[in-house]
């Protein structure tokens, strides 16, 4: 199920509307079989075939070398992708927000995905962030699957690779553990 948080009553600033270009670009991972709304919920829930993500064989250039490498190891694990950029505050802010959760709740692993050209400026500011997590570079897949590259972003697929929830801006700590305990059935 991708969950789709729509900023109806008074949804907080971080809700976002996924679009039919995301999830099905997103999603070139996975075929959508149908989708189901309710009324007086602020959420659609849309249901995805039961296929192999594709996200796990996603190949991404590594910031720390030029190897391409895909996420195959990280299967059937829950997978925060978080984007960001060089100087940017909230991001190094959202990445305080993912070490502390993952402290707490090993089942999440997050991968930060950097947005920019050039690899150092982006290795400088993992490095500022103490950052321990798998680092590479957006892939032209992922970057045409998003509407918009406006970071801090988080994309999180549920442990079968099936993305269920983006999340734009910083998120913090309480919400994001609440969403990440509803949307990807993460115990934490």
Not at 119 to 136: C, E, I, T
Not at 139 to 161: C, E, Q, T, Y
Request: glycine share 2%; with cysteine.
């Amino acid at each position: 199920m991708i969950a789709i948080y729509m900023a109806r009553q008074r949804a907080p600033q971080w809700a976002f509307n996924l679009t039919t270009k995301s999830l099905v670009l997103l999603c070139l991972l996975v075929p959508m079989a149908r989708a189901n709304t309710d009324q007086d919920s602020t959420a659609i829930e849309v249901t995805t075939a039961a296929a192999t993500a594709v996200i796990y064989s996603e190949t991404f250039e590594s910031l720390s070398s030029s190897e391409r490498r895909d996420l195959s190891a990280l299967q059937g694990k829950i997978i925060a992708m978080a984007l960001f950029t060089q100087n940017c505050h909230w991001c190094h802010a959202q990445h305080r927000v993912l070490k502390k959760i993952v402290a707490t709740c090993p089942a999440l692993t997050p991968v930060m995905i950097g947005i920019g050209e050039r690899k150092q400026p982006l290795l400088r500011a993992l490095k500022r962030s103490q950052n321990k997590f798998p680092a590479f570079l957006v892939n032209r897949n992922l970057s045409n699957a998003l509407d918009d590259l406006n970071v801090p972003k988080l994309l999180i697929f549920n442990a079968h690779g099936h993305p269920v929830l983006q999340l734009d801006g910083h998120v913090p700590e309480a919400e994001l553990t609440t969403l990440l305990n509803r949307s990807a059935q993460l115990e934490c």
